[in-house]
């Protein structure tokens, strides 16, 4: 049971250059997240996704796009990248929401840096 | 909205001295209010969680929180700091999707 995985681990891009982070999750899993950490922020979410097929947008959404074609995966894109995307990128997956299972588990995190 | 405030972004111990790190909520509704732990270039590991059932909290690693309605706070603590404890701390509160973290208390233990 590996959990929630991240690849890659790290990437440095050019601005302007486009990737895709991969997240995938062996728990079945209904919801997973993305987030972004920068210093003195915390965490902040980018998407998220309440099953296959569904994305919705989180509190920074702006230069980022996902999917979530198999419920065990899902992407973040960056088309464009600037060099305020330079951050560690964290994925995060939990159970249905009920009232028991809010708990977020956490991927060990991309950390990419846009020159 | 929800949202969780920590207070002081930097907290140093001694090794065996009690650890407090100090969290606020803000909520109009019953939170649920959770602590992570963050080691280096690692992701996020829970602590404990706090969903209503008991005001008082333990967690793993010997941390517990209590949660204070009148103070709206939820704070972390450990009777007795060890060199591993040593991390990065955050308190986060759940609202309808996703969390809403602090900016995290980083702890570092002295020997």
């Known amino acids: 049971n590996a959990g929630v995985t991240q690849t890659p681990k790290f990437r440095v891009l050019k601005t302007g250059q486009s990737m895709t982070l991969l997240c995938a999750q062996d728990?079945?899993?209904?919801?997973m997240y993305w987030y972004r950490q920068d210093p003195g922020m915390g965490l902040r979410l980018i998407h998220y996704s309440v099953g296959e097929g569904t994305t919705a947008k989180g509190e920074v959404p702006d230069g980022y796009n996902v999917s979530r074609l198999k419920k065990q995966n899902f992407l973040l894109g960056l088309e464009s990248a600037a060099p305020s995307q330079t951050s560690v990128y964290f994925c995060?997956?939990?159970?249905?929401?009920?009232?028991?299972?809010?708990?977020?588990?956490f991927g060990p995190g991309t950390r990419l840096t846009v020159t | 909205a929800q949202s969780v405030t920590q207070l002081g972004s930097h907290v140093s111990v001694s090794e065996g001295a009690l650890v407090l790190l100090r969290c606020n909520y803000s909520?109009?509704?019953?939170?649920?209010l959770f602590w992570y732990v963050q080691y280096p270039n690692q992701g996020l590991q829970l602590l404990l969680k706090y969903t209503s059932a008991a005001t008082l909290v333990k967690g793993i690693n010997g941390f517990e929180a209590e949660f204070k309605k009148s103070e709206t706070s939820f704070h972390l603590t450990k009777p007795s700091a060890h060199m591993s404890d040593a991390a990065e701390y955050f308190c986060?509160?759940?609202?309808?999707?996703?969390?809403?973290f602090g900016a995290g208390t980083r702890l570092t233990v002295k020997p």
């Open positions: 995060a997956s939990s159970y249905s929401r009920t009232l028991s299972s809010y708990e977020q588990y």
């Open positions: 909520s109009s509704v019953p939170p649920y």
């Open positions: 986060a509160v759940s609202p309808a999707l996703g969390m809403r």
């Open positions: 728990m079945n899993h209904e919801y």
